[in-house]
């Protein structure tokens, strides 16, 4: 396997179906929040993704029996509007990669005209808050105008970077005419990050109109808050120490308070 | 030379083979496995694989003649039953080659139409094991099914991945509808280990019902043990270092206890 | 996508037009010269072209649109002359990808049939000088002597390299019978230098015959100098230190010095 | 670009050339020996080859002209023996360019029908030698037989490996039925080997059969030696101190044995 391939299961008809797309990146919040979605809605698989920019390797479930890793679509419905949702084991390991596999990725979802792609994923912000913040971006103006009631954070990320697939099927997909949403939840960067995840999927339910069973996402959460809330109660404490070190020179030097930064 | 290559020397008339594969990997435990098998064997080479993935030089021989790096498809017949080694210098390098040269492989298996290909590996666990357990993992479940007698540990391993060939050639194998079984030796990870290279064979053969002359790799196994019990026996100290440490306060800082532990 | 991509969205009628690329590099030099030269002409953008070895990533404006990353073709027109300038956000990440895009760019700039190719860069040197030079490099001896009048130094680099963009353009042009002439202002290396643009640009304005208002870009290099001012003073600072030391035996051993020059 | 590139300049007509190829490698002895040979003979450039595996650059010659890194074939006559020669600025920079580069170079030799290709290089063995011995390897007996009266070391490596072109050529070119012989000249490893690629083409001067003036090459490599001599020197003393200190207890721990050792 030399290339990127794509099998198909089955070719459903789908009318302007919504797609939403959560594969792993930061504190794997996008992930988290679709697979979630994937146990509390009735989908079926219709198309696997595998490539040889996926690392080398099957994962063995408990029976034993191996899987080889991939990306996967599923389709549901709810309320008579079609969904797509794209989740997977992993995303592509090299930068090109990442370009090829967001291409295969489109050309599925191009045969299915979506309606908007959803895209989903953590914003590493290094530090720890009460509440993360849902910021989007699109990728055209129009989009922006219809989202107008959901009230979601477009501005104030000028310059910023949108990184893998997330930001890819927005960059690729505008030049097919292809819609797309990116919305991207507050996170710490180094942890997984379920209540980032949470957040997340609360925000999207709104914003494509569905309703989830966010009960076991919340439990999940919870156990991230306290997480969390360990790396805040660290954090607060080594910028005390700082604060203490260079007002009353209690650190003799710098290695000292090097330490006690880091 | 920019893509994997396959020569057959011949193509040799087999009846549902048993393929073996044992490829560099984790201690070299499938390697040394097949290695020994092969020298112990009244083997035929019929298929070569180059491939620019693999590292770009030649090994000398002790005449001083030159062989360009491979891998290499041999066969031999045991009581009626065709069997089929994959063995070689190196697997391909970067991750994508890997499931290249896997697809090459199992093109040339495709056309033998296998009855279940073995691959060989070991299971790095990072400590040394008085009797290093075999695992196994399997690309259907009808396999578990039909190795139930030969007691192989198909459970206990839930999420954990196969890396490299031994992986592949069952993931993707499955996509092709050939079935796969993984045996994976217990080791330690860091050092070349043909004490569980003979476990793995002693049990290979029992699966596939073979008789292998074993005292050679008795030998070298000897040997693994010796450096092993060293090994053992380190940990053991730095164990018992470290719950005096903890218990009697002999160590006067975290930083210490590191230095043992390491 | 795994191919880099041109896409164009006009063919316009140029004649003999005059190139100017200015892509990222040392310092960002070429870049900010060629990005102050679109700002303050008046060009129109006719190709783009996009590439799996650029970053995987979009890039968000200030309203939350996200544009992919790519590099650009302009056209102008001064005095009769026409003109075709390469800007972008980024160059190939790897090696191979430098040939591949600079033999895309060269595909397309063959078919306008450019007078000359000028390629503008950052020379590093590795430290701050009150005048940076601009040295020069050609593609063939005829352009060395057509260039005479503008005293461009085009030796005293004997076994220098050009990396990227601006010395493919040229190396790869050659082969292709296309003129092309580097222009490279010595910089630190380390900074982001709008001095050292300004220089290239004021150089390179004289070169092609244009005027451009520079008003802007003097600001920007007004800051850079402060900046590299400072740096000049702690490695002045350092070099006495160095001095003193190895004048009066204040160092005990190489050790010592070498840590005062680091 | 995004293949290696061969393009000549004039196909000659040769007779069974020999073929002697040296390009940078260990202590750049077989690119250092090649080079003063082409420096010696009136040779004739005849076919390039590009290639994006080589490092995106042009190299700047005293004039301010820039040439494209490359490769080189060069043909001459010598007693009514044609040769070919070699040479070029680089090797591929990845493993896999390696294999690619080594086919198409075949590819070029195949045409011309070589009697023998001589591959030159350094062997490293981390220590200064007096009189560095030439090793050789061969990619069929019968060369090591017809090769017999030259007394070219072509034991003593079992298992080594041989890496880059001069494996390659070797490796690859037995798979097409060419023959070929290296030659490896004994050097430290990190340093430019100017008399290591003396011995060497004494050597091969033997074996081809003809004359090179050596002056200039013998002043670099009297160069070569008082450098050499001196990290001698180092060595030995490293050396002693360290028994020093193992027997009389002069140094206080094994963090000064070490630092005596590096």
Request: glycine share 10%; hydrophobic share 40%.
């Amino acid at each position: 396997m030399k290339e990127t391939q794509v099998i198909f299961n089955s070719k459903p008809e789908l009318k302007d179906p919504i797609v939403i797309e959560g594969l792993p990146g930061i504190g794997l919040v996008g992930k988290i929040a679709v697979d979630h979605l994937l146990s509390k809605k009735k989908t079926t698989p219709f198309c696997e993704i595998y490539s040889p920019y996926f690392p080398p390797q099957v994962i063995t479930d408990k029976k034993g029996i191996v899987h080889q890793v991939k990306n996967e679509f599923h389709h549901f419905n709810e309320n008579g509007q079609d969904f797509i949702i794209i989740a997977g084991d992993f995303q592509g390991m090299t930068p090109e990669s990442q370009y090829e596999i967001a291409g295969k990725i489109l050309d599925v979802l191009e045969e299915f005209k979506p309606k908007v792609i959803y895209t989903l994923g953590g914003l590493g912000i290094g530090k720890v808050v009460k509440r993360p913040a849902v910021f989007a971006a699109a990728n055209n103006a129009k989009l922006i105008e219809s989202h107008k009631e959901f009230k979601l954070k477009f501005t104030g990320r000028e310059g910023g970077g949108i990184f893998g697939a997330s930001g890819l099927l927005l960059g690729l997909g505008a030049l097919r005419e292809l819609d797309g949403v990116c919305l991207m939840a507050e996170t710490l960067g180094q942890v997984v990050d379920a209540k980032a995840a949470k957040v997340l999927l609360e925000k999207l339910s709104k914003v494509v109109g569905i309703e989830v069973d966010m009960r076991d996402l919340k439990k999940k959460a919870k156990k991230t808050e306290e997480e969390l809330s360990k790396i805040k109660q660290m954090q607060d404490e080594q910028e005390h120490a700082l604060q203490m070190a260079l007002a009353g020179g209690q650190v003799s030097s710098d290695e000292d308070v090097d330490r006690y930064i880091r």
